[in-house]
């Protein structure tokens, strides 16, 4: 059972992680001298933005090679700490392929310890994703395979056009889904149906994706390549008005909760709707419903 004085001092480090505003940056300086693999672009309004972290590794096909991932981590250190950012797309600059998954040119050249060493790294890196105080939305418009896949699991909602190809194919090169995929396929689509496309290591389309639960909407592809960008960012954007410590705090109580029995659930519950209630948001919701005008919300 969850035991309430834990909880409640780990949701307190934890909100203060979701809603801090020294404007820090831990963790690793931005690369410099060459040509970026990962770029960030930011858009919207003064602390109504969105975030795109746009994978550009052309050569390999957004492979997870070793600066890649360090210029990823890199990017999540910044968009963890930055208050004007209300919602992160992850796409890709590619056209035809959102990540190929693991660099295997790199990887055959590691030890067996280098190599368990990198994939901790990764599974890590996923983990960051998923940690992501705000809303995360994958846009696929092509290839998601292996590791790909599995960053694409690590975000909150997935988009993929109809002509996507997605697969964990690792057991198709002697391999195992070690970045969170066979953890988190399954809290998706369920048991039965991630161990079938996990043991057969099978490539699925947008279409039936979406038919199984794997991501939430697909959407024909346009002649510019980018239809399920458009339609990430259509829904970002309708997430961007809400108030952002109660969607924050959503996120929380669902992830949270759905790793611990109903009981301990509810209780997380009870915690987040606790630490929302003094917020300045909720007092200007409450103010625009009386009032009857449109809230703006300020994410205090």
């Known amino acids: 059972m969850f035991r309430l004085g834990r909880a409640t001092v780990w949701f307190r480090t934890l909100l203060a992680e979701c809603l801090d505003t020294s404007g820090r940056f831990p963790g690793r300086a931005l690369s410099a001298g060459r040509k970026k693999e990962i770029l960030l672009q930011v858009h919207g309004e003064p602390n109504c933005g969105i975030a795109e972290i746009q994978m550009n590794r052309p050569h390999a096909k957004n492979a997870l090679g070793k600066v890649f991932v360090d210029e990823l981590y890199e990017t999540l250190d910044i ?28 990887r055959a050249q590691m030890t067996d310890s280098q190599a368990v060493h990198f994939v901790q790294r990764l599974r890590s890196l996923m983990d960051g994703v998923a940690s992501l105080p705000m809303p995360t939305i994958a846009a696929i418009e092509g290839y998601a395979l292996g590791g790909g896949l599995e960053l694409a699991l690590a975000c909150d909602l997935r988009v993929a056009a109809s002509s996507a190809k997605m697969g964990l194919i690792e057991t198709t090169r002697g391999l195992f889904p070690g970045a969170g995929g066979s953890q988190r396929l399954p809290r998706c689509i369920g048991v039965g149906r991630a161990k079938e496309l996990i043991f057969t290591g099978r490539q699925i389309d947008g279409q039936e994706a979406y038919s199984i639960g794997l991501v939430n909407h697909s959407v024909p592809q346009n002649e510019e390549g980018d239809a399920a960008y458009q339609r990430a960012l259509a829904l970002a954007e309708e997430i961007v008005p809400r108030a952002p410590v109660a969607v924050k705090m959503s996120k929380v109580a669902i992830n949270r909760g759905t790793e611990v029995d109903i009981a301990s659930g509810m209780a997380i519950e009870g915690i987040c709707y606790t630490l929302n209630i003094p917020t300045k948001d909720r007092q200007e919701g409450m103010a625009a419903f009386i009032e009857k005008r449109p809230p703006k919300f300020i994410g205090k």
Not at 80 to 106: P, T
């Open 79 to 106: 968009l963890r700490y930055d208050e004007n950012v209300r919602v992160v797309i992850i796409k890709s600059n590619i056209k035809g392929v959102f990540c190929a998954g693991a660099d295997l040119k790199q």
